[in-house]
Structure formats: structure tokens, C-alpha cells
């Protein structure tokens, strides 16, 4: 069993920041990326940032130069930083790994429950 709990939602103003937590726990072998997703209202989920393991980070373009993604492996934790936060990034945002619980295993996505970020005056 895996289970991927976000933390760090919340309603802040435009020109605002937030940081997004994620930690992942059960029964893992080893993750490879790690993601962030997000989910507006009558969109379609899309890609935020991902970080492999080892790897560089890439973002959408609409979040390039504002939003920052890091994970800690020893933690199995990912974390966004959102920075100049504008209406346009309000969603429910998820994360996202994709691991094994054991070594033969098959690599699989695996995701969070979500958490809501609200960007309003």
C-alpha cells in the first residue's frame, strides 16, 4: 500500500506564495519522478512540474520563473514552491510519483488526494 499526502493548500492574494508538500509512505522500492499536476475547473489536469530522480526539473510554461519544484529522497518528499501566484493558478493540485514497491515490480503512478489553491482578492 502507497499513499501520497499533500499539505500547504489554502486561499492566498495575487502576487501571493504558497508551498505545496507532498510525502510519500507504504510499502516503495525506489521512485523515479515526481510530479505535481493541477486541476481547474473545466480544464483538463495538466502538468505543473516533474522532477526525476537524478534529473533537472521542467515546467509548464505558465509557471516557468515562478513556481519551484524540489524533492528530498531521503524523504521520499516532493515540494512546490509558488511564488507571484495569479487568478489563473487557482486549482486542486495533486502530486504524482512514479515508483515500484519492489524491485520486480512494474513502475507505476501513484497520486494524491489533492489539495485546493485558491489565488483571489
Known amino acids: 500500500q502507497v499513499q501520497l499526502v499533500e499539505s500547504g493548500g489554502g486561499l492566498v492574494q495575487p502576487g501571493g506564495s504558497l508551498r505545496l508538500s507532498c510525502a510519500a509512505s507504504?510499502?516503495?522500492?525506489?521512485?523515479?519522478?515526481m510530479a505535481w499536476y493541477r486541476h481547474a475547473p473545466g480544464k483538463e489536469r495538466d502538468l505543473v512540474a516533474n522532477?526525476?530522480?537524478?534529473?533537472?526539473?521542467t515546467y509548464a510554461d505558465s509557471v516557468k520563473g515562478r513556481f519551484t519544484i524540489s524533492r528530498d529522497n531521503a524523504k521520499n518528499t516532493v515540494s512546490l514552491q509558488m511564488n507571484t501566484l495569479k487568478p489563473e493558478d487557482t486549482a486542486v493540485y495533486f502530486c504524482?510519483?512514479?515508483?515500484?514497491?519492489?524491485?520486480?515490480?512494474?513502475?507505476?503512478?501513484?497520486w494524491g488526494q489533492g489539495t485546493q489553491v485558491t489565488v483571489s482578492s
Open positions: 504524482n510519483a512514479v515508483l515500484k514497491t519492489t524491485w520486480s515490480a512494474r513502475a507505476s503512478p501513484y
Open positions: 507504504g510499502s516503495i522500492f525506489s521512485i523515479y519522478t
Open positions: 522532477i526525476p530522480n537524478g534529473g533537472s526539473a
